[in-house]
Protein backbone atom coordinates (compact mmCIF):
# COMPACT_ATOMS: atom_id res chain seq x y z
CA UNK A 1 0.00 0.00 0.00
CA UNK A 2 1.67 3.07 -0.89
CA UNK A 3 2.03 5.49 2.20
CA UNK A 4 1.36 9.17 2.34
CA UNK A 5 2.74 11.31 -0.07
CA UNK A 6 4.30 15.20 0.40
CA UNK A 7 5.85 17.59 -1.76
CA UNK A 8 8.21 19.53 -2.19
CA UNK A 9 10.63 17.70 0.22
CA UNK A 10 12.47 20.95 0.82
CA UNK A 11 11.62 24.46 0.41
CA UNK A 12 13.57 27.65 0.95
CA UNK A 13 12.17 30.97 0.61
CA UNK A 14 12.41 34.89 1.63
CA UNK A 15 10.23 35.98 4.28
CA UNK A 16 6.57 38.09 3.23
CA UNK A 17 6.78 35.25 0.24
CA UNK A 18 4.56 32.51 -0.11
CA UNK A 19 4.50 28.93 -0.89
CA UNK A 20 2.50 26.41 -0.72
CA UNK A 21 2.61 22.39 0.05
CA UNK A 22 0.82 18.99 -1.20
CA UNK A 23 0.04 16.24 0.48
CA UNK A 24 -1.59 12.94 -1.26
CA UNK A 25 -3.15 10.73 1.55
CA UNK A 26 -3.34 7.19 1.74
CA UNK A 27 -5.94 5.83 -0.57
CA UNK A 28 -9.60 5.77 1.15
CA UNK A 29 -8.21 7.67 4.12
CA UNK A 30 -10.96 9.90 5.07
CA UNK A 31 -9.22 12.25 7.88
CA UNK A 32 -6.65 14.06 6.82
CA UNK A 33 -4.30 16.13 9.19
CA UNK A 34 -1.56 18.88 8.94
CA UNK A 35 1.21 19.57 11.68
CA UNK A 36 3.80 22.19 11.96
CA UNK A 37 6.94 20.31 13.62
CA UNK A 38 9.58 23.39 15.17
CA UNK A 39 13.05 22.13 15.04
CA UNK A 40 13.63 20.30 18.61
CA UNK A 41 9.56 19.78 19.53
CA UNK A 42 7.10 17.66 18.72
CA UNK A 43 4.59 18.30 16.09
CA UNK A 44 1.81 20.04 16.69
CA UNK A 45 -1.68 20.02 14.98
CA UNK A 46 -2.68 22.87 12.45
CA UNK A 47 -5.66 21.73 10.69
CA UNK A 48 -7.79 18.58 10.48
CA UNK A 49 -9.95 17.79 7.72
CA UNK A 50 -13.06 15.23 7.36
CA UNK A 51 -13.54 14.32 3.79
CA UNK A 52 -13.10 17.76 2.49
CA UNK A 53 -14.62 19.40 5.83
CA UNK A 54 -12.65 21.37 8.51
CA UNK A 55 -12.72 18.98 11.99
CA UNK A 56 -10.28 21.05 13.82
CA UNK A 57 -8.21 24.49 13.01
CA UNK A 58 -8.09 25.65 16.24
CA UNK A 59 -4.27 25.97 16.14
CA UNK A 60 -3.68 27.13 12.42
CA UNK A 61 -2.64 31.15 12.15
CA UNK A 62 -5.57 32.34 9.84
CA UNK A 63 -4.03 35.34 9.48
CA UNK A 64 -1.24 33.83 7.35
CA UNK A 65 -1.92 30.06 7.07
CA UNK A 66 -4.93 28.27 4.73
CA UNK A 67 -5.89 25.04 3.62
CA UNK A 68 -8.21 23.32 1.76
CA UNK A 69 -9.33 19.66 0.80
CA UNK A 70 -11.69 20.51 -2.59
CA UNK A 71 -12.53 16.72 -3.50
CA UNK A 72 -11.79 15.12 -0.34
CA UNK A 73 -8.39 13.36 -1.45
CA UNK A 74 -5.56 16.11 -1.96
CA UNK A 75 -5.03 18.98 0.45
CA UNK A 76 -2.91 21.97 -0.06
CA UNK A 77 -1.41 23.99 3.06
CA UNK A 78 -0.72 27.97 2.19
CA UNK A 79 1.37 29.99 4.34
CA UNK A 80 1.32 33.66 2.66
CA UNK A 81 3.23 35.92 3.92
CA UNK A 82 6.01 33.86 5.34
CA UNK A 83 7.44 34.50 8.19
CA UNK A 84 10.73 33.72 9.65
CA UNK A 85 9.33 31.42 12.59
CA UNK A 86 7.44 29.92 9.82
CA UNK A 87 10.68 27.48 9.49
CA UNK A 88 9.54 24.07 10.11
CA UNK A 89 8.58 20.50 8.94
CA UNK A 90 4.79 20.17 7.94
CA UNK A 91 4.26 16.75 8.35
CA UNK A 92 0.66 15.78 6.96
CA UNK A 93 -1.14 12.65 8.10
CA UNK A 94 -4.18 10.45 7.60
CA UNK A 95 -6.14 7.96 9.36
CA UNK A 96 -8.81 5.44 7.93
CA UNK A 97 -12.27 4.76 9.32
CA UNK A 98 -12.93 4.97 12.73
CA UNK A 99 -12.05 2.24 15.07
CA UNK A 100 -10.68 1.96 18.52
CA UNK A 101 -7.01 3.32 18.42
CA UNK A 102 -6.34 3.34 14.72
CA UNK A 103 -3.47 5.35 14.07
CA UNK A 104 -2.29 8.20 12.22
CA UNK A 105 0.20 7.54 9.16
CA UNK A 106 2.33 10.44 8.68
CA UNK A 107 4.01 11.41 5.32
CA UNK A 108 8.08 12.02 4.90
CA UNK A 109 7.42 16.22 5.57
CA UNK A 110 8.19 19.07 3.82
CA UNK A 111 11.19 21.33 5.15
CA UNK A 112 10.57 24.76 4.83
CA UNK A 113 13.37 27.52 5.75
CA UNK A 114 12.51 31.12 5.47
CA UNK A 115 15.06 33.80 5.43
CA UNK B 1 -7.21 18.37 28.26
CA UNK B 2 -4.58 16.08 27.26
CA UNK B 3 -0.99 16.40 27.70
CA UNK B 4 2.43 14.64 27.43
CA UNK B 5 5.73 15.10 29.04
CA UNK B 6 8.91 12.93 28.09
CA UNK B 7 11.60 13.66 30.61
CA UNK B 8 14.78 13.98 28.95
CA UNK B 9 15.32 16.50 25.58
CA UNK B 10 18.23 13.63 24.91
CA UNK B 11 19.33 10.30 25.89
CA UNK B 12 22.76 8.38 24.88
CA UNK B 13 23.28 4.19 25.74
CA UNK B 14 25.86 1.75 24.64
CA UNK B 15 25.19 -0.30 22.00
CA UNK B 16 23.71 -3.44 23.97
CA UNK B 17 22.80 -1.63 26.62
CA UNK B 18 18.81 -1.14 28.32
CA UNK B 19 17.00 1.80 26.33
CA UNK B 20 14.21 3.42 28.56
CA UNK B 21 12.63 6.61 27.59
CA UNK B 22 10.32 7.71 29.70
CA UNK B 23 6.95 9.66 28.95
CA UNK B 24 4.19 10.91 31.71
CA UNK B 25 0.98 11.95 30.47
CA UNK B 26 -2.42 13.41 32.08
CA UNK B 27 -5.65 13.31 30.58
CA UNK B 28 -9.10 13.89 31.91
CA UNK B 29 -10.78 10.54 30.20
CA UNK B 30 -8.89 6.93 29.45
CA UNK B 31 -6.47 7.67 26.90
CA UNK B 32 -4.78 6.27 24.17
CA UNK B 33 -1.04 6.11 23.76
CA UNK B 34 1.47 6.19 21.17
CA UNK B 35 5.19 6.20 20.84
CA UNK B 36 6.33 7.25 17.39
CA UNK B 37 9.68 7.02 15.99
CA UNK B 38 11.56 9.53 13.28
CA UNK B 39 14.76 9.34 11.53
CA UNK B 40 16.58 12.01 10.09
CA UNK B 41 14.69 13.54 6.70
CA UNK B 42 11.86 11.34 7.44
CA UNK B 43 8.41 11.36 9.14
CA UNK B 44 6.78 9.93 12.42
CA UNK B 45 6.41 5.49 12.53
CA UNK B 46 4.57 4.17 14.50
CA UNK B 47 6.31 1.67 17.11
CA UNK B 48 3.44 0.79 19.11
CA UNK B 49 -0.13 2.19 20.97
CA UNK B 50 -2.11 1.31 23.93
CA UNK B 51 -6.08 1.15 23.40
CA UNK B 52 -7.15 -0.04 27.15
CA UNK B 53 -6.34 -3.48 26.16
CA UNK B 54 -3.12 -5.34 27.66
CA UNK B 55 -0.86 -2.78 29.97
CA UNK B 56 2.00 -3.96 28.52
CA UNK B 57 2.80 -3.63 24.84
CA UNK B 58 5.03 -4.65 22.68
CA UNK B 59 5.81 -2.91 19.29
CA UNK B 60 8.24 -3.24 16.53
CA UNK B 61 12.02 -3.82 16.47
CA UNK B 62 12.48 -4.84 19.81
CA UNK B 63 10.51 -2.00 22.09
CA UNK B 64 7.77 -2.31 24.30
CA UNK B 65 5.89 -0.08 26.84
CA UNK B 66 4.14 -0.68 29.80
CA UNK B 67 0.84 1.73 30.97
CA UNK B 68 1.10 2.15 34.69
CA UNK B 69 -2.02 3.90 35.70
CA UNK B 70 -0.84 4.91 39.35
CA UNK B 71 1.91 6.39 37.85
CA UNK B 72 0.25 8.43 34.52
CA UNK B 73 3.51 6.34 33.11
CA UNK B 74 3.71 4.70 29.38
CA UNK B 75 7.48 4.39 29.47
CA UNK B 76 9.44 2.79 26.26
CA UNK B 77 12.04 0.24 26.54
CA UNK B 78 14.18 -2.13 24.85
CA UNK B 79 16.45 -4.66 26.33
CA UNK B 80 19.19 -4.21 24.32
CA UNK B 81 20.09 -1.39 22.25
CA UNK B 82 21.21 -1.26 18.44
CA UNK B 83 22.75 1.42 16.27
CA UNK B 84 20.27 1.80 14.04
CA UNK B 85 17.70 2.89 17.06
CA UNK B 86 19.39 5.89 17.01
CA UNK B 87 16.44 8.53 16.45
CA UNK B 88 14.38 10.98 17.40
CA UNK B 89 11.30 9.42 20.13
CA UNK B 90 7.74 10.92 20.54
CA UNK B 91 5.37 10.02 22.77
CA UNK B 92 1.47 10.88 22.03
CA UNK B 93 -1.92 10.60 23.28
CA UNK B 94 -5.02 10.75 22.39
CA UNK B 95 -8.64 10.69 24.32
CA UNK B 96 -11.07 8.28 23.70
CA UNK B 97 -13.63 9.64 21.11
CA UNK B 98 -11.00 12.23 20.09
CA UNK B 99 -9.05 12.33 16.72
CA UNK B 100 -6.52 14.59 18.02
CA UNK B 101 -2.88 13.64 18.33
CA UNK B 102 -0.87 15.41 20.82
CA UNK B 103 3.11 15.16 20.96
CA UNK B 104 5.59 15.27 23.71
CA UNK B 105 8.47 17.67 23.06
CA UNK B 106 10.52 14.29 21.70
CA UNK B 107 13.73 12.61 23.33
CA UNK B 108 16.73 12.31 21.15
CA UNK B 109 18.28 8.45 21.21
CA UNK B 110 21.91 8.61 20.75
CA UNK B 111 23.68 5.09 20.60
CA UNK B 112 27.50 5.01 21.54
CA UNK B 113 29.66 1.74 20.23
Known amino acids: EAGVAQSPRYKIIEKRQSVAFWCNPI?????LYWYQQILGQGPKLLIQ????????DSQLPKDRFSAERLKGVDSTLKIQPAKLEDSAVYLC?????????????FGPGTRLTVT | AQSVTQLGSHVSVSEGALVLLRCNYS??????LFWYVQYPNQGLQLLLK??????LVKGINGFEAEFKKSETSFHLTKPSAHMSDAAEYFC???????????FGQGTRLTINP
Open chain 1, 93 to 105: ASRGTSGRGNEQY
Open chain 1, 27 to 31: SGHAT
Open chain 1, 49 to 56: FQNNGVVD
Open chain 2, 27 to 32: SSVPPY
Open chain 2, 50 to 55: YTSAAT
Open chain 2, 92 to 102: AVRGQGAQKLV
